[in-house]
């Protein structure tokens, strides 16, 4: 998961998805509530199962350490494959993503870019 979440492209998309909350939190009060609401509720779920998966991932360790060595020569194989995972989402360009506007660009990439993984 670190590994994923270190590649450029992935980070960048994250600061853009969290810019735009932020914004969206800050912009409208009601959005707001729910958004700390839904937030407050994700961290007390996070808490009370942290506890009790405790002892499956330890049970499991050995396995999810393999699956997490797969994992990552996957990743780097990828990377080597798709430059693009290495460049900040602004400076991705996908053909047919002419969209004014940030929110509708980032739209565009994103099912521009589902369209392609899927291929």
């Known amino acids: 998961v670190n590994q994923m979440a270190n590649l450029t492209l992935v980070s960048s998309a994250?600061?853009?998805?969290?810019?735009a909350y932020a914004s969206a939190k800050e912009s409208h009060p009601y959005i707001r509530s729910v958004c700390d609401a839904a937030e407050k509720g994700v961290k007390s779920v996070t808490v009370a199962t942290a506890s009790c998966v405790q002892p499956v991932l330890?049970?499991?360790?050995?396995?999810?350490?393999a699956a997490s060595e797969y994992a990552s020569k996957g990743l780097?194989?990828?990377?080597e494959k798709l430059p693009?995972?290495?460049?900040?989402?602004?400076q991705v360009r996908i053909k047919g993503c002419a969209?004014?506007?940030?929110?509708?660009?980032?739209?565009?990439?994103?099912?521009?870019?589902r369209s392609a993984v899927k291929s």
């Open 14 to 19: 994250c600061d853009v998805v969290s810019t």
């Open 58 to 65: 330890t049970t499991l360790e050995p396995h999810v350490a």
């Open 76 to 79: 780097d194989k990828l990377g």
């Open 84 to 90: 693009l995972l290495q460049k900040p989402v602004e």
């Open 99 to 113: 969209v004014p506007g940030w929110q509708m660009a980032w739209s565009c990439r994103v099912s521009h870019l």
